[in-house]
């Protein structure tokens, strides 16, 4: 199973100065979180032209959104914004981004036939997805790298939240609703103890990423000691194994 996190943003009725203040402000918490980087913010226009060379093509796409025809249920029709500001952030090592925006809509859009009816969305918000399980690869640190990258988005979109944003989430890893960091190292387990890979996990997380940690609780709950230490008696319990060997 593909792990990821799928998100709605929206705002009531705001103006675009402060949908921009707004996303600025949580740009900077990706920043304060430990994120590898963050994009600054853009402003895509609906006349903004998409290549296959524009790295911000998949956000184009992204902008788009579907409502359903209300005299069809069937049928869904794209709704091109008049507005898309937002940007983009990597919680962990790797490709694995999500793009935070916000979008503005027409109050109507016109079918091929000519008909028109209300699209009915909210004066900005935003839908996306974020492959965390992607963040899983060996080449950047397995199921810590993905642990990270997971724990990295929720504790932005808890931000949103705080910040003034409406937000909805789908998790495939159901962390969202459990907040089980246990349960999600496990979604990731292919080989070896679980209890290992976590403690391993905790550990890196604590050493470099103390405020990811705070922002998701876990610094000062114990959780975090505990595997601490358990990581870290493990190693010294393998080092004197292989001291052992050596003399063999």
Same mark, same amino acid.
């Given at each position: 199973?593909?792990?990821?996190? %799928?998100? !709605? ?17 949580? #740009?900077?918490?990706?920043? #304060? ?8 913010? !853009? ?17 184009? *796409?992204?902008? !788009? ?22 940007? =983009? ?5 790797? @490709? ?14 016109? =079918? ?23 963040? $899983? ?7 810590? $790298?993905? *642990? ?13 939240? #705080? &910040? ?6 789908? @998790? ?7 907040? @089980? ?5 496990? %979604?990731?387990?292919? %080989? ?23 922002? &998701?609780?876990?610094? @000062? ?12 008696? =493990? ?14």
């Amino acid at each position: 199973m593909s792990l990821s996190l %799928h998100f !709605r943003l929206s705002l009531d009725v705001a103006s675009e100065a402060k949908v921009c203040r707004l996303l600025i402000a949580l #740009r900077k918490e990706a920043i #304060r979180l430990g994120y590898q980087r963050a994009s600054g913010l !853009r402003q895509l226009p609906a006349s903004a032209p998409s290549t296959s060379c524009d790295t911000w093509s998949s956000f184009t *796409v992204e902008a !788009r959104a579907l409502v359903r025809d209300p005299d069809r249920p069937d049928v869904c029709h794209e709704v091109e914004p008049l507005l898309a500001i937002g940007f =983009r952030a990597w919680p962990a090592f790797g @490709d694995t981004h999500a793009s935070l925006a916000l979008c503005s809509y027409p109050a109507t859009i016109v =079918r091929p036939d000519g008909s028109s009816f209300p699209t009915r969305l909210p004066p900005w918000c935003w839908r996306s997805s974020c492959k965390t399980e992607a963040a $899983n690869d060996a080449e950047y640190g397995g199921v810590v $790298n993905f *642990v990270r990258c997971h724990l990295g988005v929720v504790a932005l979109l808890d931000a949103a939240v #705080r &910040i003034g944003f409406r937000v909805e989430v789908v @998790d495939d890893a159901e962390y969202w609703e459990k907040r @089980d960091v246990l349960a999600l190292a496990g %979604h990731a387990k292919e %080989h070896g103890s679980l209890m290992a890979i976590f403690a391993a996990t905790m550990y890196g997380l604590s050493r470099d990423h103390g405020d990811l940690l705070e922002a &998701i609780g876990l610094e @000062d709950s114990g959780l975090s000691k505990v595997f601490k230490l358990i990581w870290l008696t =493990r190693t010294k319990q393998s080092c004197k194994s292989s001291e052992s060997e050596s003399y063999l």
